[in-house]
């Protein structure tokens, strides 16, 4: 679990990387970024999702449930967000290439920038990388950091608080409606993954 570090934790990062989740840089210490790619394990296998490192997650590792792409294309980049099973898949050539723990719209009604009322709802669909922004961008629902738009309506990747702490994406869709991912996964993609006009397709699938 969280704050742990030794030969388990690099043979647990080493198992979950070859099951393409994004662990981050290889390390020894169970930090954010395993807490995060245990979590979107959990939410692939269906299991309790708490970033816990348990008996039943170190079984389900020697057989585990794959994440199978619904929109393969045979070159390039694409992005599948599974709104069910809250988890950001990015393909690369028509292959599963990185698993990320994601939260996505949570459901709940809120007042909309416009004093209007509105309900946190992920819109699904196919859409492309319309245009990107560095660095944290300020709007009247919250702070982005390094928004990745796939719409022209003000849906983003992105990630969102503490660049230090997991509480940013919770386990559980929790958003206004934008694809929340780690501070560290959006630095690590942003630029090399995530450019205008990469598709994106938001569904829900059991």
């Not at 995060?36 to 079984?59: I, N, P, S, Y």
């Not at 003000?154 to 929790?174: K, L, M």
Request: proline fraction near 4%.
């Amino acid at each position: 679990h969280y704050g742990d570090q030794g030969a388990d934790v690099r043979t647990l990062q080493s198992r979950l990387r070859a099951l393409h989740y994004d662990v981050g840089p290889k390390t020894s210490y169970y930090g954010w970024d395993m807490v995060h790619a245990v979590t979107a394990f959990e939410k692939v296998q269906g299991f309790h999702r708490d970033g816990v490192a348990a008996t039943k997650v170190w079984r389900a590792l020697a057989h585990p449930k794959r994440v199978h792409l619904r929109h393969a294309r045979s070159d390039g980049f694409e992005v599948e967000v599974n709104l069910t099973k809250q988890i950001l898949t990015i393909a690369k050539n028509g292959k599963v290439w990185r698993i990320l723990d994601t939260s996505t719209g949570g459901g709940y009604s809120y007042t909309g920038s416009n004093g209007q009322p509105a309900v946190a709802i992920t819109p699904t669909g196919h859409f492309s990388v319309q245009y990107k922004q560095t660095g944290w961008q300020k709007s009247k629902l919250g702070e982005l950091y390094y928004p990745s738009y796939f719409t022209n309506t003000g849906f983003a990747i992105h990630g969102e608080g503490d660049t230090n702490a997991g509480s940013n994406v919770p386990s559980y869709p929790a958003s206004h409606g934008c694809v929340r991912i780690t501070n560290s996964s959006v630095l690590r993609y942003f630029y090399k993954v995530f450019t205008v006009g990469t598709p994106v397709w938001v569904f829900r699938q059991t």
